[in-house]
């Protein structure tokens, strides 16, 4: 490996990184087509990269979140087994999809995870359920406002059901999930939107392990090239987080669609 | 002090267990690039990814193979979860949460089972 070449991957997962962060996605959906469309790296590869990406910025986010109790430990743990079980059947499918055919269905990702974006920013929920109305009611100080809110769980079995879904996308893409976990534990379970940003973020490194030693086992992971891309992408996440807190989401995230619509055309047609 | 939230031990562990699987992977992939740059010879990739036993056991007998370190890390980060669910089920068992201590179980069961099948 050239030094150029070790400080594109660790730049490239740094934007990613921070990328994530700002958009509250993981770093997975750019990751994947930096990795597969400037790097040439056969799609399983790709897929495998960012699944470890995914473990380091979810265990790394969540470190913080848990401490600060913002994240609901029990609707996690819930939500967990079924995104575990959809993560490690979309491992075992991957492994039996050609990377061409991957490449598409990753394509094809990006252009819902463009319209999720852009819808959400719409209908996000800014109420919640109260406690007494839903299951695993918990309580967490809002440092923006200096709220406690508190708040429980509605529609759970349902919210596990898009859970399942999600995590078979991330065991077969190498995506987190979070973009369809967020919107559902607000709009679906009436989770606060802090909340469930922190809880996907911390269900998220979960689900990437449950697939993490199925391409493992099947020597899609290179170190010369994982090991820099992960390293790039904690440090962006980091980094993205610290760059959220002072400018406006809604403007980025039109211009990060419209991005990830370009890099979905360019995959399906290469 | 009424309404006063009481911090429960599980976060503080759980947070300590993420923290720790993130650098300790962290430091060993860093030290696994340093070994590699600094190394004279060409660093080949096996073959196939090496088994994680036999990754640990290199590393617990001090081998500084960029590599061995390379993939310790990542490894050390993918059992970071794991870790971390185990540490769920001990903290709910402290509370003694029975319903969520076995859930917790259950998850790390589903990951061991993953983990066993992938390396068989």
């Not at chain 1, 070449?5 to 990613?16: M, N, P, R, T």
């Not at chain 1, 809002?142 to 429980?152: N, R, V």
């Not at chain 1, 086992?217 to 992960?230: L, Q, T, W």
Request: glycine content about 10%.
């Amino acid at each position: 490996m050239t030094v150029e070449s070790f400080l594109l991957l660790v730049a490239g997962g740094g934007i990613a990184g921070t990328i994530g962060a700002l958009l509250g996605l993981g770093g997975g959906v750019f990751l994947v087509p930096f990795l597969s469309l400037v790097f040439d790296l056969p799609m399983h590869q790709a897929v495998a990269t960012s699944i470890l990406a995914v473990i380091a910025t979810s265990s790394a986010g969540a470190a913080m979140n848990v401490e600060r109790r913002v994240v609901n430990l029990r609707l996690g743990m819930v939500l967990e087994i079924s995104t575990v079980i959809g993560a490690i059947l979309g491992g075992i499918t991957a492994n039996m999809l050609s990377g061409q055919t991957l490449s598409r269905v990753f394509a094809s990702l990006l252009i819902i995870v463009a319209f999720l974006m852009i819808w959400r920013i719409r209908h996000l929920r800014l109420g919640h359920t109260p406690p007494e109305d839903g299951l695993f009611p918990a309580t967490f100080k809002d440092e923006s406002t200096g709220e406690t809110i508190a708040y429980a769980s509605k529609r759970v079995p349902l919210v596990s059901l898009i859970a399942l879904v999600a995590g078979n996308i991330s065991g077969l893409l190498g995506v987190g999930g979070g973009i369809f976990k967020v919107p559902a534990m607000n709009i679906l379970a009436g989770v606060p939107i802090k909340a469930a940003t922190a809880t996907s973020n911390f269900m998220i490194g979960v689900t990437a392990a449950a697939s993490a030693f199925i391409y493992f086992s099947h020597g899609h992971i290179n170190p010369f090239i994982a090991c820099p891309a992960v390293l790039g992408v904690l440090a962006g996440s980091f980094l993205g987080v610290n760059i959220n807190r002072r400018i406006k989401g809604g403007a980025l995230t039109w211009i990060f669609a419209i991005v990830l619509l370009a890099i979905s055309v360019r995959m399906f047609t290469r | 002090m009424e309404g006063e939230i009481t911090h429960h031990p599980i976060e503080r562990w759980i947070s300590r267990i993420l923290r720790f699987g993130v650098w300790s992977s962290a430091t060993l992939m860093v030290a696994g690039l340093a070994a590699a740059w600094f190394s004279t010879s060409s660093l080949p990739l096996p073959e196939e990814n090496p088994s994680p036993t036999r990754v640990f056991r290199d590393l617990f007998n001090g081998s500084l193979d960029p590599v061995v370190l390379m993939f310790a890390g990542l490894l050390m980060l993918m059992l970071t979860p794991f870790l971390r669910v185990l540490t769920a089920a001990a903290g709910f068992a402290a509370e003694k949460d029975r319903k969520f201590t076995i859930i917790s179980l259950v998850i790390f069961a589903m990951l061991a089972g993953e983990l066993l099948y992938s390396l068989r």
